[in-house]
């Protein structure tokens, strides 16, 4: 059997690939530096441009952009209204952000159970955790897969809750023919440099709503607003704005939105890209019994953003810890997405415990992260599955 480079032998990729990689061309670079050289580098025309784009992807009637994805989910508890004593339930299989926006406002985050084939939150965990408290649902389409929007969307009705879709992973995603973004009273994406366009940093928010459209747009710039039919009096003259809310500075620069607006012109191109590959490591480890592939729903056409593998552990002579390191010896790029959040020392020292989500602790035990995006080369690929396959045969129980 071929040594580990873990153990001294020769590594599949003598260069090292990252799990992630964002795209940037001429066209990016160009739109960048062309703000630079311009009058405005924040509240200028470039947010509106994006904004427009964002509404074109996902069908919303609004969509405000904001500093990052993390302000972006903060201003959709503001939105919702949800505050000290409330409950907004949420997966613990997501970067924290998804649980954190309820804490900002007082609010308690309640973790829903995933469903152990697809990842998801798991609709009837969801019912479990609702009480008279709760007022929204963050559901967070994990690896860029939707969640079963029409289950939640029904348990939202029944039980008049906001439906928050964390969208962080599923820009260009659609569920049953409709886009990600059109669907949940408030989606919120990000445009960090891993998620599939980037702003550098980046968030928005799209709904369908004006109200909550109103909210969004005041929280983002401290509650100050310049409409007139905002305001509780005629203005006093050009210079004249009011404060009619408590909100922060989470704008975005023009540069950023620029960027963006460029990248989302590249959003067809990266997602037939994403597809191509995720197809392909979905056939190369149909092949091999010790590793569990996210099961797809039917309802959901997705653009991944993350491809995650499940080892089943007891057909392996070893921990994920080992494979994990065995993989980044061999020269891929992994990472674990994700800790379930409350699992955390910050979540335990507000008294969450350990065992309230068995199917996320049971999944975060056996997955990992192997590199995805747009300019991952088809020989790249080959490495990475030829990599992984490697490991699995040198940890893999005799049958
Ligand atoms: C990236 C991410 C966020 C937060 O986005 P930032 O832009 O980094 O603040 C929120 N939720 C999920 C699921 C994410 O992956």
Redesign the pocket.
């Known amino acids: 059997m071929e040594e580990l480079a873990v153990f001294g032998g020769k590594p599949v990729l003598s260069k090292k690939i990252g799990y992630g990689h964002q795209y940037i061309d001429d066209n990016d670079i160009q739109a960048v530096v062309d703000v630079l050289k311009s009058d405005y580098l924040t509240c200028g025309p470039k947010i509106e441009e994006a904004e427009k784009k964002l509404c074109e992807i996902t069908g919303a009637k609004y969509a405000v952009l904001i500093a990052?994805?993390?302000?972006?989910?903060h201003a959709c508890i503001f939105a919702a209204g949800i505050g000290k004593g409330d409950e907004v339930i949420t997966t613990p299989i997501?970067?924290a952000?998804?649980a954190n926006c309820a804490l900002y406002l007082g609010a308690k985050p309640v973790f829903a159970d995933i469903d152990p084939d697809t990842y998801n939150i798991d609709p009837d965990s969801i019912e479990k955790c609702i009480t008279e408290r709760t007022k929204a649902v963050v559901a967070?389409d994990?690896t860029g897969q939707a969640v079963q929007l029409d289950r939640i969307r029904e348990i939202c009705d029944r039980h008049n809750l906001i439906l928050i879709e964390?969208a962080?992973?599923s820009l260009g995603t659609k569920y049953n023919g409709k886009a990600v973004g059109s669907i949940a009273d408030m989606t919120?994406f990000?445009?960090?440099p891993?998620?599939t366009c980037t702003a550098g940093?980046?968030?928005a928010v799209t709904t369908n709503d004006y109200e909550l459209y109103k909210k969004l747009v005041l929280f983002r710039t401290h509650g100050i607003t310049r409409v007139q039919e905002w305001m509780d009096k005629p203005s006093e003259g050009g210079w004249y704005y009011q404060q009619i809310d408590l909100g922060y500075n989470y704008r975005m620069t023009d540069m950023q939105a620029a960027l963006l607006s460029s990248q989302l012109d590249k959003l067809d191109m990266f997602g037939k890209r994403r597809k191509e590959l995720v197809k392909r490591y979905d056939a190369a480890f149909a092949e091999v019994p010790e590793i569990i592939v996210q099961k797809e729903i039917p309802e959901s056409d997705t653009v991944r953003h993350l491809y995650v593998i499940q080892f089943d552990l007891d057909k392996l002579k070893c921990t994920r810890k080992e494979v994990f390191e065995a993989l980044q010896a061999e020269g891929v790029g992994v990472n674990v997405h994700y800790i379930p959040v409350y699992s955390f020392p910050y979540y335990k020292s507000i008294g969450y415990k350990m065992g309230i989500c068995p199917n996320a602790e049971k999944l975060y035990e056996r997955m990992i992260s192997i590199p995805l995006y747009y300019s991952l080369t088809d020989e790249q690929q080959e490495s990475v599955i030829t990599a992984v396959k490697k490991v699995i045969n040198y940890y893999k129980k005799e049958a």
């Open positions: 990052n994805g993390t302000a972006a989910l997501t970067f952000a998804s967070v994990y964390d962080a992973h919120e990000s445009f960090h891993v998620k940093e980046g968030g």
